[in-house]
């Protein structure tokens, strides 16, 4: 059997960078290093927490507004003390913040729905800092016999608690009977808005998502049911609410 690689010892600078960050993310229980000035630590472990903190209360105002100072201060610090973020860009914070939350228990006083409003914050956020650019419109007439892709810089989605409607009036312990759907996108005017959406314009924009390139009435005639009485009225009203998303620039030609 061979021996295990025996790891080099570290160099002191190593190591004291080492130290440098285990103190950053935990300064209560974990030590100055030694030979560093402990005021001149202490205010730049002060600066590293306040940037962080002002980050995710901008990209998270809702959350932010649901949590006392205390509670949501304790929560951005336990971030920092134990989640490793792998990005080195701060609008990336957010995706690692979702992260972070998707891991760990959601404690007794803290709301049920945090990761989904979490989540949906977080798209918000993706949609308005996107660099994608609006897409070249298709042709008048010609959507129906174009193939379709859903545009980047438009997201479906689908919820156990209503998140859109969450505020500090509004904090439902249970989820409803019936999820929600929505779709949140950026318009041409660059502004992020959302819509509720029954399930089945949510399972059309999922296939379009899923399967783009396809003509619309290839789309419809896969969610048609087999059994519906009226496949033809279904394909008409199915056309019409192509043509609603096409013009608030949902769909694009793929």
């Known amino acids: 059997m061979d021996a295990a690689p025996i790891r080099p010892t570290k160099s002191p600078l190593a190591q004291t960078q080492e130290d440098f960050t285990r103190f950053l993310r935990n300064p209560t229980e974990v030590a100055i290093p030694k030979g560093l000035d402990p005021r001149r630590m202490r205010v730049y472990q002060g600066l590293v927490y306040e940037n962080i903190l002002s980050l995710l ?6 959350i932010d507004s649901l949590f006392s100072e205390e509670k949501w201060r304790a929560l951005i610090a336990e971030f920092i003390r134990d989640f490793k973020a792998e990005t080195p860009y701060f609008p990336k914070l957010g995706e690692e913040f979702i992260y972070f939350l998707s891991e760990r228990k959601t ?20 949609l308005y800092i996107s660099k994608e650019n609006h897409a070249t419109p298709i042709a008048e007439g010609f959507i129906h016999n174009a193939g379709l892709s859903l545009s980047p810089l438009a997201t479906p989605l689908s919820y ?11 904090q439902p312990q249970e989820p409803p009977e019936k999820a929600s759907y929505l779709l949140v996108f950026r318009d041409n005017q660059d502004e992020v808005r959302f819509f509720e959406l029954p399930l089945s314009s949510y399972q059309l924009l999922c296939q379009i998502n899923q399967n783009p390139g396809l003509l619309a ?12 009485p009226e496949p033809n009225g ?16 949902v769909l694009i030609q793929s």
């Open 160 to 170: 156990h608690y209503p998140v859109h409607q969450i505020c500090a009036n509004f």
């Open 217 to 228: 009435k290839e789309y419809l005639q896969n969610l048609c049911p087999e059994n519906h």
């Open 234 to 249: 279904f394909l008409q009203q199915g056309m019409a609410l192509i043509s609603t998303f096409y013009d608030k620039g």
């Open 107 to 126: 404690l007794e006083d803290e709301p049920p729905f945090l990761l989904e409003l979490a989540h949906y914050e977080s798209i918000e956020l993706a």
């Open 57 to 62: 209360s901008g990209f998270f105002p809702v």
